[in-house]
């Protein structure tokens, strides 16, 4: 074997053995708060909670992860997760079981929408899909009639069925394995991909990259709206009816810490996964430091810019606006 | 006809405005005879005046192509200062309130032109660790100001109009002036219109841009010392609430967010139109949930008509 082989073999080796931050960020927010707070952090209880709060996230999360690989924003989760619980509370006693039907569709269409008007309009994302979230959020608040309204049946998504571990989760993972599915090993995954990470070289390879933004935005209104038939019963069945900014900003944080940045290229549901669990480690390890709620959000904060710092750290020589 | 249509061509975005405030006005005043009236007139000065500062400061932003989302946060962090400082500080809490939101406006800059994270999301970070400083700050209590200097500093009656309408026509004219005529304003435009060929022409891009962020912190600053003044104290209800109309003002001003067109002069005319629709919508009874909607819907068309498509075809 030449040096330049073996070099080669290393760097390989390297690049295979790789473990991406989040995973030691992970690792040791679980290790510090364990030694903290040997009685409290790890109890089925806290637990519980810290898989309860992975649902809420993960959620919202896997869409807007796959529109961050071909380099866009979508916060359109919280609009849709919003009027669609609304609309299937108004449609329920006219179609029955039928109305949750609303949710995916609503989610389809929102995807479609908002990708078609950011290729043909050439809209940034970011603030498109914010407008857009902000209107179905007063759309929802008139619909609701002033009062939050509880969605009855489709208990069996959240009625227990082993300890510790909450039933929505489960039913999460279908969804959690069919993101990451497509995004690593389906060609789609790949086209993805090359249209976040080199438009023009993409285009040259004969991808249609204002097709793709499309599917990608389709597809996360998918993602969000079958989550949102979860996430509505796994709060509570009912949706709130004003806008709330830490819930539009907690999925994006998840994503962030995730390693996948809005500029598309990198990273991907899988890592969101991770983004994810880290997210909750680490507030849940917070909450059980009897902190003042006060104190949590500045610290919750300060993480968050400490992460979109550290996510940007690859970005030299990127035009960033 | 070459020449009128050419005209209209640049100037699209603010002669849609102008129209949209005539026929708004014209349609107000036709439901409900008292829009116009002096206590009319004197509501829509509160409405729209210490909302024309932030609303300038983000308009200094977005001609450079980026977007600063704290600057509500900004806002609502100035005015808890005020409210919570004034007792202690005195007059001083006014050049505290303004200098710590510059300091925000200055890391903001310092995120988006020196480590390079893209605007937007550094600026959503830094709005949830601002909202988390002023709850921690305020304790999550209501605070009410009595404080004469701070509270005529917004509502004292000069000619006929509060002391704060003449505050936000000064911040205008002066941003007008810094916009049109100064080399700080046209580098701006320049860095706006095409980075790479601003900084291959010697403009030292980050600092501009660093510039520009702190304005828009200084500017956020001054509009919540006058909210706290104005109002005098209260819950302070902003957020996304806040930041529809906001961006909808300065875009339907005619400012891009690609950046590079547009500026001050035309925000003001953004500031009118979203005020006016906002107070119009309040006197027919139409409830804030649907104004939400109305303005969502102006931000999302306005930011189609504005944007600079000459820029090829990247999208974000």
Redesign the interface.
Known sequence: MSLMERHHSNVDLRQRIKVPPVVWMLLFFLVVFTLLFPDRFLTPLSLSAMLGEFVTIILFALGPSIVAVV???DMTFLGIWMLGGILWWYLSPILGPAAVLVLPLLGLFTGWLVGT???R????????T???T??Y??????LAGGYPRLIRGFDFLTARVMPVVPTELLWSLPLILLAIGLMRWTPLGVRLRAVGSN?EGARLAGVN?DRY?VIAFTLSGLLSGLGAIIQVKHLGGSVP???D??M??AP??AI?LGGT???GGAGGPERTLLGTLAYVVLYRGLYTSFLRP?????????V??G???FA?RG??G???? | MDLVRKGFGENRAIIVSVLATIVAVIIFQAINPFFLSPQGRITLVYSSAYFLIAAVGLTFVMLTGSFDFSVVAQVKLAAMLCALYVDWLGPWVVVVAILVCGLIGVTNGVLTAVLRVPSFLATLAMSVFIEGVALYLSRGFLHVVRDRFLRNLAVRFVGGLPMVFYWALAVWIVAVLVAKYTRFGRRLYALGGNVTAAELSGINVARDRILAFAICGVLAGLAGVLYIGQYGGGSIEMGATMMIPLFASVVAGGTALTGGVGGPQGTILGVIVVTWIQAGLQMLGVASDIQLVVFAIIAILMSIVTVDRSKGSIVT
């Open positions: 380099g866009s924003m008007l950011l290729v309009a050439r809209a940034p994302s970011f603030i498109l914010l407008c857009l902000a209107l959020a007063g759309l929802t608040a008139r438009q990259a933004r009816l004003g806008l900014m830490q539009l900003v994006l944080v962030v940045l809005f500029t006060e104190t949590l959000e500045v610290l919750v904060g300060l968050l810019v992460a979109v710092i940007s970005l030299k990127v035009k960033v606006t």
